[in-house]
């Protein structure tokens, strides 16, 4: 058994903050102990002092290679995932496709071919049902049986994912008979077609036009209709990168009655406004739906009160980068929308430096605790979608999915220094004042020292098991 002792770190979990050693065999961790009081050995010691030891990160909202907008997300399971592993997360949970007139099976399965041998760290699929009908919905159950426990409905993009309100509610009862929970992207699609028509038509044809008219009331509206029908379904719903205050504030009453209702945001919208959907073409870098929102109207302060007060549970990427020039063999894929914002494709990259912006605008900004820090990007994931305690905890018998982070070593965000596939970043420029030092994966040191250890092939796929927040 190869064994790796984490010595002298400050071990951080949803719950607690304690100096301790970490023992790892193979993959697992098999030991904790307060450093000096044990007199294990180990084939490798990693000085973690003055940093933090904390779980994985957990991303459940990517799309790597997700066909959108007449191309495909940029980065693949292969660069993706690398990326992730870069930036400290250890699961990726991705979205496996049922196109209309496909079947949901045979979407997973086209999932499956596409990660397998090629994920630098561990995965699974959550499954967008994108044509509910009598089979989709036997289906439903024999997917459930390859681990994917959680299907992504969509209120928005008619014509392409779009769910009507009867298909949604058929797939929410389907759900609540076999456990399932129901994620939705909650934006009213039909009543944005309408206000896009009518700006094109007025020749308001830019990127920033793609925020003025997905309004943040269609995503309240939305909202509160799919909780309402989940209600009546009994099922669990999970609203996935939600944007608006609009929306939260549905969450919230919903929890307040003790539904089972829960969402994540997504650091896009913490740290970026509608203000970077202007500046002309340039703002295309930022179109994703929901909309980036207006700062003014307090959207991002709202969803940092949700975070703190568990209005909120979890935070992640909705990665989908797209280039905006042509970039390793990729089409200009923004530029597809160049005249008409409605065909520029949707989505940021943003795996990557999820886990230190979060440390960033939540914990050195003095929003969030550490402790809240490691809940919403790691366990609080991890429940939500079945993986805890194998994901999301440092902990006897959990997988080896371990960060080392430096409190005190600052770096700037850019480009120039990223991983995933894409020529531009987001956040570029942004200064975080700690950073991801060292990752391991089932107990292998993928990122250490500034350099890549990791391997392609080395993540597995994860059958996941139900909602741990339902009982
Ligand atoms: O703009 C986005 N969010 N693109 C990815 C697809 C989705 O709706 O999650
Ligand atoms: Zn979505
Ligand atoms: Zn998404």
Same mark, same amino acid.
């Given at each position: ?340 914002? %409605?065909?520029? @494709?949707?989505? +940021?990259? /943003?795996?990557? &430096? ?6 960033? $605008?939540?914990? #050195? ?12 990007? %790691?366990?609080? @994931?991890?429940? +939500?979608? /079945?993986?805890? &305690? ?6 006897? $018998?959990?997988? #080896? ?12 965000? %850019?480009?120039?220094?990223?991983? +995933? ?51």
């Amino acid at each position: 058994m190869a064994r790796t002792l984490i010595a002298n770190g400050t071990v951080v979990t949803a719950t607690d903050q304690v100096s301790a050693d970490v023992l790892i065999a193979d993959e697992k961790v098999v030991a904790l102990a307060t450093p000096g009081s044990h007199d294990w050995s180990a084939d490798q010691t990693i000085d973690a002092s003055g940093k933090y030891v904390i779980p994985g990160g957990i991303d459940v909202h990517t799309h790597m290679e997700l066909p959108f907008g007449g191309t495909f997300a940029s980065d693949t399971f292969e660069t993706g995932s690398r990326a992730a592993a870069w930036g400290g997360t250890t699961t990726i949970v991705d979205f496996a496709v049922q196109a209309k007139g496909q079947g949901v099976m045979e979407g997973f399965e086209t999932w499956m071919e596409k990660a397998a041998g090629n994920c630098a760290i561990d995965y699974g699929f959550h499954m967008i049902v994108g044509d509910v009908n009598e089979q989709s919905l036997k289906e439903m159950d024999a997917v459930m049986g390859e681990g994917v426990t959680s299907f992504k409905l969509f209120m928005a993009y008619p014509g392409v994912f779009y769910s009507n309100d009867g298909e949604i509610f058929r797939a929410m009862q389907k759900a609540s008979e076999i456990g399932a929970t129901i994620m939705m992207h909650a934006e009213n699609g039909i009543a944005i077609d309408v206000l896009v028509e009518q700006a094109l038509q007025r020749g308001e044809t830019d990127p920033v036009n793609h925020g003025l008219v997905r309004k943040s009331i269609l995503e309240g509206e939305a909202t509160h209709r799919a909780i309402k029908l989940a209600e009546l379904a009994g099922s669990p719903l999970y609203i996935v990168h939600m944007s608006a205050l609009e929306a939260l504030e549905e969450v919230t009453i919903a929890r307040d009655q003790g539904l089972d209702v829960f969402a994540e945001t997504c650091p896009q919208y913490l740290f970026l406004g509608l203000d970077d959907l202007g500046n002309g073409f340039e703002g295309a870098k930022y179109v994703a739906s929901p909309p980036l929102r207006d700062w003014e109207a307090g959207h991002q302060e709202e969803l940092w009160r949700g975070l703190r007060s568990n209005d909120l549970q979890a935070v992640s990427t909705d990665h989908c980068p797209f280039c905006m020039d042509e970039f390793d063999g990729l089409i200009a894929q923004k530029r597809l929308g160049e005249g008409d914002f %409605s065909k520029i @494709p949707n989505g +940021m990259p /943003g795996v990557e &430096p999820r886990l230190e912006l979060m440390y960033e $605008g939540g914990v #050195a900004q003095g929003r969030i605790s550490l402790n809240r820090w490691v809940e919403i990007c %790691s366990t609080a @994931p991890a429940k +939500m979608f /079945g993986l805890y &305690p194998q994901k999301g905890a440092v902990a006897p $018998g959990s997988d #080896a999915d371990i960060v080392i982070f430096d409190p005190n070593k600052s770096r700037v965000i %850019s480009v120039d220094n990223q991983h +995933m596939r894409v020529d531009y970043s987001a956040y570029e420029g942004t200064e975080v004042s700690g950073s991801v030092d060292t990752v391991l994966s089932r107990g292998r040191v993928v990122v250490a020292n500034g350099e890549y250890h990791g391997e392609t092939g080395h993540g597995r796929y994860l059958p996941r098991g139900h909602n741990q927040y339902v009982l």
